[in-house]
């Protein structure tokens, strides 16, 4: 009998706590807007987060809030960013177009290694191998793992084993900026035309020796535009806040390390930057 009363108590139990908790639930909780699930659907669903959102329906969810545009999608077509603003009754709105920058020019035509790597063909494995091998700890190795993480083909490797990054494609999601082990790339406006495609930060000529087109930390860059350059950490650093950008920080550059990049993704070097011919791999250096 007992037994029975103790069976009748927990079920009895059982069945107060689920009508408390179904209660709690349509009570607490909030519906959720439809339109969430329409725009999300209008979305390309590739999560690459170049909305600066985690993914498509956060960034669906904001659109609907009205904190967001959908101009502000990157990897959208420009006729699925319009249906979208028609859907919602917004303006499509603008963004500032942002791609992919490599801070390296060293292909194996200008930079030396000083070891063979043999192993996996891929930068993130060469690291964990003396660095690479490359003579310039700071070069991009060559092997390409940005170009196969770019969804969009945006990212090439050239004919000197050095990514080249087709900002007409490109959509900033930064994948390359993750997968790059030597933290080469970074996201930029393409209206930040001044551009220092080196990391080196040993501060003599001697670099020249492992790459010809390295920084040597010359600072005319810095001197000839004092407005909007600063030397850190033996590299030039441009002041983009400043909104000032002129061509004459480019013109003294001895190796073409600080360049300005056109609207159209054309590389300008300055008048004093050394010519670059040859196309053939270096030489390893030897001991």
């Not at 930029?188 to 495609?197: A, D, F, G, K």
């Not at 920084?215 to 650093?237: G, H, K, S, W, Y």
């Not at 000032?244 to 390390?257: K, L, S």
């Amino acid at each position: 009998m007992t037994f029975i009363i103790g069976i009748g108590f927990f079920g009895a139990l059982t069945f107060l706590l689920t009508t408390v908790l179904i209660v709690a639930h349509h009570k607490l909780t909030v519906a959720e807007d439809p339109r969430i699930e329409q725009v999300e659907a209008l979305l390309p669903l590739v999560n690459c987060g170049a909305c600066g959102q985690a993914g498509c329906r956060a960034f669906a969810e904001c659109l609907v809030k009205g904190t967001a545009k959908p101009a502000e999608c990157t990897v959208s077509s420009d006729a699925m960013k319009q249906q979208i603003a028609q859907f919602l009754g917004v303006d499509v709105g603008t963004a500032v177009k942002r791609v992919a920058r490599l801070a390296c020019n060293g292909g194996n035509n200008v930079a030396r290694v000083n070891a063979q790597y043999i192993g996996e063909n891929a930068c993130l494995a060469a690291a964990q191998v003396g660095g690479g091998g490359k003579t310039c700890v700071w070069g991009c190795l060559g092997f390409g793992d940005c170009e196969q993480a770019c969804d969009y083909d945006a990212i090439h490797m050239n004919s000197n084993a050095l990514p080249v990054v087709d900002e007409s494609q490109c959509t900033a999601c930064g994948d390359c900026v993750t997968v790059c082990p030597k933290e080469l790339f970074s996201i930029q406006p393409v209206s930040h035309h001044l551009w220092v495609r080196c990391k080196n930060r040993e501060l003599s000529d001697e670099i020249l020796r492992y790459c010809e087109v390295a920084c040597t930390a010359c600072a005319r860059c810095a001197m000839d535009a004092p407005d909007i350059i600063t030397m850190e950490n033996n590299l030039p650093v441009v002041n983009y806040a400043k909104n000032i950008q002129h061509r004459m920080a480019i013109q003294r550059c001895p190796t073409g390390a600080i360049v300005w990049i056109d609207t159209d993704g054309t590389v300008v070097t300055g008048k004093d930057s050394k010519s670059v011919i040859r196309q053939a791999p270096l030489e390893a250096m030897t001991s």
